[in-house]
């Protein structure tokens, strides 16, 4: 039986379709730019990392190669035991489940924080801050991946699948809050027609997804994000 923390975002993409999901994060970034953006400003060697919203746990191993402890915090419990399988021979790293708005984690505990397209999408998110507040201590960082709405194939999807979108609303609110604002370009990569097909049926209504299909050409596809990030003194 599933169950679900209290505060958790429903997040259908993952929760009703982690096969395909795993395919997604495999297409996402191959690159490596976010990690590069992200070691740019607070490497996490040695250090002890939180994925904040960490799903399966795709992004745990990556971290666990050169930090000291790795903790995967996670809403769904059904997810957090995918991700505990994945990391079964990883030995620094743990997986909870809890939400960003009650971490199960002690005072000052945490180093990096990494959460990617999970939660914090801005106004609403008080609460978890406060809570990455308490949880990171002096001379950490929080790294925050999401959608920038603004340009690339993939934001201009974005904003059809969701029009009421406001990325000035979402920006005043980062920058309020003394996060910068790092636009990064990354693209999707799939092996397939088939699978980019898979991931946008769970990323977009049904309609939708077919529309974007026919209009794209190919199995990469251009898409920008933000990353908002803060470092404690
Ligand atoms: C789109 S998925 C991304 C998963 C993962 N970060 C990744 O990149 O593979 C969003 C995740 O955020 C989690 N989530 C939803 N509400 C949350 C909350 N209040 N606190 C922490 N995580 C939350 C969901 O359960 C889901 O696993």
Sequence with gaps: MVEIAPGAVPSP????SPRVYEIENRAVDPDGALESAMRAIRPWDGATVLDLGCGTGF????????????VGVEPHSGLAAAARRRVADIPNVTVRVGAAQALPLPDASIDVVHVRWAYF?????????????RVVRRGGAIFIIDND??????GGWFR?????????AVERFWTRRGFAREPLMIR???????????????EFPEELAAEFLREHEGCEVDYAVNMWWHRLP
């Design 121 to 133: 999408f801005g106004p609403g998110c008080e609460p978890g801050l406060a809570e990455l507040d």
């Design 149 to 154: 709405a603004t340009r690339s194939t993939f």
């Design 13 to 16: 993409n993952i929760w009703n």
């Design 160 to 168: 059809r699948g969701l029009p009421s979108y406001d990325p000035g």
């Design 188 to 202: 999707w990569s799939f092996e397939s027609r088939e699978d980019l097909a898979a991931v946008l049926r769970i």
């Design 59 to 70: 992004h745990l191993p990556m971290f666990a190669r050169d930090a000291a402890k790795v």
